[in-house]
């Protein structure tokens, strides 16, 4: 028991198999006693050595049948099991992580990888304009869902903590791939000009001008021109040319339409200087710049060589763990345990089954009665605080009219844009001077009523400000400080400006989000990966320390990097790569392992359709409903006729709509699903009876907003309050007078001194 972490004295028991075994790898890096319960005949991930042992580490393992009394006293003695079914169990969180969750048309349907990437609303913006959409690298979809079930599983556990009720958490990798991995209906980053993804145009637009890549001496790089002073910085890197002189320039829809000038005059600039060259000189002119890595370049780049990002066990080099806390990595400790590997030791622990008295409270909102400080901007900082603001926290978003958070950027000009009111729902408003004395001192006054402050600035930032750890501490010890920044908060490339793109470059991501054949066609560039579920780590890890509170009453700090959620989310990837170099590469559309696994044309206007046969059963299916006779009962045999059989599923798949098609071979027990576009979702029949969407106003937008609901489905956990986002320092009054006590008087010469800004 490693007793500085946050987790330590939470027993977790781990029932899945595959599914949701990094939701317990997470609550175990945190310091939970996490015990995995597998069969006799051992999990069917251990089948996968490389998986098992990326996603199973720091965790304890016994053998046991479930229908044993040793069972049910160790789930006597635990607080939250995870499993991947419907369980009943008084008095537990129980966390049930499934494809499609345990109600709804869709919970009997088979899934993989790519089925949810389709359906949920991913793959439709992935790839280039008049090619075939392009699916994701990676597992993404399955990694970003058992961070979603992480995040549910603490809400539940601190509703517990709170009540005394348990509950049952019902948690849908469909449902989280649609709202973590990249929402439609969620915040984007600045490049979109306030635009959700939702009201983005039907098919895939050429979005490879928001953040452009260029070839250079030795490789490719990435820039972000976004904000004017970047754009300034690179109007000197050119050499300051009359061409682009025009002060119209400095406004980004003017930029863009210009790209068609100024992107071949970059490409000119880079062309003869190496990646090292450019992302120098782009620190020196305040351009954001990126490299993009290989995965071999990855696993030896100097950043997360000094963050010990990395760890080798066995032999095996793996990411070592998602986030800092108390300035100390939650890596691995322990190595994944063999199987049955301590039966011994925890049965000895077990004790009799007591008596439960089952509470049952009504549905409430967790996080009632807890204060967050939100300095958070674009991206991730809004969805970190809204994650906190829609389970009941008051969070108050602090943010100067002279340094305006850059999500409120939009094309218009419009006071608010959709995008911001998703990413700051249920949040206050104070505009408040943090470069001025007086600010400083109204935010540590509030610091010393609150609970948690967020930020994501570049590190130093808060310090340089006299509003770091150290400083609050002095006036709060049990305040919690959480920081995300691109790289971390320490290392050689800790103080480089980044952005989500910027960080897929040098996190090996970019270069493997490409087709096959085109070495130039990279498609991430309209993904906003990973600041959603960057955010979810962080939220655990913030949650994980306001439990340790209850029991020790001290505070702490929580760091993320965006970088190293990345390489989390591809563990046993990296891990095979460190042992089989070049193992790690574009995979495109055509998936390894078997045949048929790929994207296929259906009826009407780019229409798509996911095929993803695991085994010779599913091969046998889908036989079945193609009326295809090949005699092929071998995944090798497969692979090697993948043309013959790939024509053959077009061939049918040509002749459908694609919901016909996908409904066809699930009913047949296929993994396949449509490509759905974001709008479609709202239609979408799983999601509209698990009650996936609520109607979100706001009275600066004309019309309802379609919001997600809740990060899960729960017994006891209320739905979101659905509060408008603020404009700037719209609650400043309020905040001065009703949190801080000050008299009207008072807070009008705050604001009359601009110290304080109000709107309204």
Request: proline content about 7%; glycine content about 10%.
């Amino acid at each position: 028991m490693d007793t500085h972490l946050p987790l330590t004295g939470v027993r977790v028991v781990d029932r899945t198999d595959g599914l949701g075994e990094m939701t317990s790898r997470l609550l175990a890096d945190l310091g939970a006693d996490v015990i995995r319960v597998e069969p006799t005949g051992g999990a069917a991930s251990r089948n996968d050595a490389l998986y098992y042992a990326t996603h199973n580490a720091n965790k304890r393992a016994v053998a046991l049948d479930t229908t044993d009394d040793a069972y049910r006293r160790l789930l006597a003695g635990a607080d939250i099991l995870i499993t991947n079914q419907h369980e009943e169990h008084p008095g537990l969180v129980v966390v049930a992580i499934t494809d499609y969750g345990l109600t709804g048309p869709y919970a009997g349907w088979q899934a993989t990888e790519w089925t949810h990437l389709a359906l949920g609303g991913v793959l439709c913006r992935s790839g280039l304009p008049g090619r075939e959409p392009l699916l994701p690298p990676g597992s993404i979809a399955y990694e970003s869902a058992s961070a979603q079930a992480a995040w549910a599983a603490l809400i539940a556990y601190w509703n517990k903590l709170e009540t005394g009720a348990g509950d049952l958490v019902d948690v849908s990798v469909y449902e989280s791939t649609a709202r973590v991995f990249d929402p439609g209906f969620g915040i984007g980053g600045s490049a979109t000009g306030g635009v959700p993804a939702v009201d983005g145009p039907r098919g895939r637009p050429d979005a490879r001008h928001l953040y452009p890549i260029f070839p250079c001496a030795d490789g490719w790089v990435r820039i972000c021109v976004l904000a004017p002073r970047q754009w300034q910085g690179m109007f000197t890197w050119l050499g300051s040319p009359a061409e682009f002189a025009d002060p119209e320039l400095a406004k980004l829809g003017k930029r863009f339409a210009a790209a068609g000038a100024i992107y071949p005059a970059i490409g000119r600039l880079f062309a003869t200087r190496t990646r090292e060259q450019i992302v120098a000189e782009g620190q020196q002119h305040g351009v954001p710049t990126a490299a993009l890595l290989s995965p071999t370049e990855v696993l030896s780049a100097e950043q997360f060589a000094a963050r010990e990002a990395f760890t080798s066990i066995g032999g095996v080099t793996m990411p070592n763990g998602f986030v800092e806390v108390d300035g100390v990595r939650a890596g691995v400790r322990t190595a994944a345990p063999s199987h049955g590997e301590h039966n011994g030791e925890v049965l000895a622990e077990l004790s009799d089954i007591p008596d439960i008295s089952v509470m049952s409270p009504g549905p409430r909102r967790p996080l009632r009665g807890l204060r967050v400080l939100d300095l958070g901007v674009i991206v991730v900082g809004a969805e970190l605080g809204r994650l906190f603001a829609d389970m009941g926290a008051e969070v108050i978003k602090v943010e100067n009219q002279a340094f305006p958070d850059g999500s409120r950027q939009t094309f218009d000009g419009s006071p608010i844009s959709a995008s911001f009111a998703y990413g700051h729902r249920n949040k206050l408003g104070l505009g408040l001077n943090l470069r001025s004395d007086e600010g400083r001192d109204l935010f540590k006054q509030l610091v010393a009523v609150s609970d948690v402050v967020l930020s994501n600035f570049k590190p130093g930032t808060l310090e340089s400000l006299g509003l770091g750890y150290d400083a609050l501490s002095q006036v709060n010890p049990g305040i919690i400080v959480a920081d995300s920044s691109a790289f971390g908060p320490t290392g050689p490339w800790s103080r480089r400006l980044g952005y989500g793109p910027l960080v897929r470059a040098s996190a090996g991501l970019s270069g493997l989000w490409r087709y096959r054949d085109d070495a130039a066609g990279y498609s991430d560039a309209s993904t906003i990966y990973p600041d959603h579920v960057a955010a979810r780590y962080e939220a655990v890890a913030i949650l994980a320390k306001l439990i340790a509170r209850r029991r020790d009453g001290r505070g702490g700090t929580v760091s993320v990097s965006q970088a190293e959620i990345i390489l989390g989310q591809l563990s046993h990837q990296l891990a095979r790569e460190s042992i089989q170099p070049g193992s790690l590469a574009p995979v495109g559309n055509e998936g390894a392992g078997d045949a048929p696994r790929g994207i296929y044309p259906c009826a009407g206007d780019d229409e798509w359709l996911v095929v993803t046969v695991r085994g010779d059963t599913d091969w046998r299916r889908l036989s079945l409903v193609l009326g295809i006779d090949l005699d092929l009962p071998t995944a090798s045999d497969r692979i090697a006729h993948r043309d013959r059989i790939d024509a053959a599923v077009r061939e049918w798949t040509g002749r459908r709509a694609p919901r016909q098609a996908m409904t066809e071979l699930q009913a047949a027990g296929v993994p396949a699903a449509m490509m759905q576009r974001v709008p479609e979702l709202l239609d979408d029949p799983h999601l509209t009876h698990r009650g996936f969407f609520r109607t979100m106003h706001h009275p600066r937008i004309t019309g309802p907003m379609p919001a997600e609901n809740t990060p899960a489905i729960f017994r006891y956990v209320e739905e979101p309050e659905l509060k408008p986002a603020p404009v700037m320092g719209e609650h400043s009054r309020d905040v001065l007078i009703r949190i801080l006590g000050l008299r009207e008087e008072q807070a009008d010469a705050l604001i009359t001194a601009d110290v304080v800004q109000q709107f309204s």
